[in-house]
């Protein structure tokens, strides 16, 4: 049998009102795009969006990284931003750092996750989209949901699951190619939490399960600020994840989102805030923020997408929402003071780092000694 690739490919390409959401429009423009043009290429595809940020999910046979896949999203974004550009969008065309395709839209802006595998005879999966935060958001979900018993209950409870999963980890401060360590879990799990520890440098890459070899996970590894040298605006990630059977069940995914750890990003793409888990197409508001995340269930079958299911659409993650926003109304209290703000490395625009500069020159050194 074929074997099936999912790609998911995101990128912020205008939005309503400042970096909100995409107007109906140029969603419309993305999508009639993608049907006009996909020929035999793509099996199925779904459009959605979380924030400002559009995501194009779609299936074929065609394996990752597909040059000729690649290039059919990357000129429905072109399109888009056309729509965008009509419509006075605000941002339009801000993730496109390069106007014309080479080979791999990997680098050129865009975020993009894929998983290829063959298909069992029930295939669940997950897609998240997040926005106003970085792909480091889900090093602590991943690791709850992959290594711990508290959260992944199947670990203990599912032979299928008891040799644990490989975590392919990525420094994306190295930029001039992909530096990746694996580690295995439960045996290197301290080196594991250690890494992840700094989601702003190291990042889950993928996950594999070790008793099957199959992919579990694939995320969105771009920082933008790394490919393009400045701010471009932040590299919210996606991800896809396989679920049931061999791995973790869906409700064992999602647990740790209801911790809403701090994530970097939020307004500017320059602060601390908690990663609220919303539905999809869900914009964002509160000091651009807060970081949000978005959950699509789905099964494929022979390629084809059932309609999505929203994970976060739940009585359940109302009373999370509502606790979060505590959470992000506590940090905010502090303004630009200690941990709301990230450090000076971290920091999308150049404000501080040109007023630091000035005021350099103004320090004078005391000598006491003499
Ligand atoms: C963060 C983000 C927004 C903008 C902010 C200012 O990723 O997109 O928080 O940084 O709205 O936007 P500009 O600089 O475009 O006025
Ligand atoms: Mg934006
Ligand atoms: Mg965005």
């Not at 320059?270 to 197409?281: A, D, E, I, K, T």
């Not at 099964?299 to 009373?319: K, M, N, Q, S, Y």
């Not at 709301?340 to 005021?359: N, Q």
């Amino acid at each position: 049998m074929k074997k099936t690739t999912i790609s998911v490919i995101k990128a912020d390409i205008g939005s309503i009102g400042g970096h909100i959401c995409p107007s109906r429009y140029l969603l419309d423009n993305v999508e009639n795009y993608i049907k006009e043009n996909k020929k035999d290429l793509l099996i199925d595809f779904r459009i959605s969006y979380t924030g400002d940020d559009i995501a194009i999910l779609s299936t074929h046979n065609r394996g990752k990284d597909d040059s000729e896949i690649h290039s059919l999203m990357f000129e429905a974004f072109m399109k888009g931003t056309k729509a965008a550009r009509e419509q006075g969008l605000y941002g339009a065309g801000q993730d496109l750092l390069k106007d014309s395709f080479s080979g791999n839209i990997k680098g050129m802006g865009p975020a993009v996750a894929e998983l290829e595998f063959e298909e069992r005879k029930n295939e669940p999966f997950v897609f998240f989209a997040a926005d106003k935060t970085d792909p480091g958001a889900y090093n602590l979900p991943l690791y709850l949901a992959f290594t711990d018993p508290m959260h992944c209950s199947g670990l203990i409870l599912s032979p299928k699951m008891s040799k644990g999963f490989r975590f392919d980890i990525m420094d994306v401060s190295y930029t001039d190619a992909d530096k990746i360590i694996s580690l295995n879990s439960p045996e290197e799990s301290y080196d594991i939490a250690a890494l992840l520890r700094d989601p702003e440098r190291f990042v889950v890459e993928s996950i594999y399960s070790r008793s099957s070899g199959e992919q579990a996970v694939s995320v969105s590894t771009t920082r933008l600020h790394n490919i393009a040298g400045k701010y471009t605006g932040k590299d919210d990630p996606v991800m896809l994840a396989r679920v049931q059977g061999n791995f973790p069940a869906t409700g064992e995914i999602l647990s740790p989102f209801h911790i809403a750890p701090y994530v970097a990003g939020f307004m500017r793409g320059s602060h601390n805030g908690p990663l609220m888990p919303v539905r999809f197409n869900t914009s964002v508001s509160f000091f651009d923020g807060p970081p949000v995340v978005s959950c699509a269930a789905y099964c494929v079958h022979g390629g084809r997408l059932t309609e999505p299911t929203d994970a976060f659409d739940h009585p359940f993650w109302d009373h999370v929402r509502g606790k979060v926003s505590e959470k992000a109304i506590e940090i905010r209290k502090q303004g630009f003071f200690g941990n709301a703000m990230l450090p000076y490395s971290e920091l999308e625009y150049g404000g501080i780092v040109d007023k630091m500069e000035k005021l350099e020159s103004r320090f004078k050194i005391k000598d006491d000694k003499k």
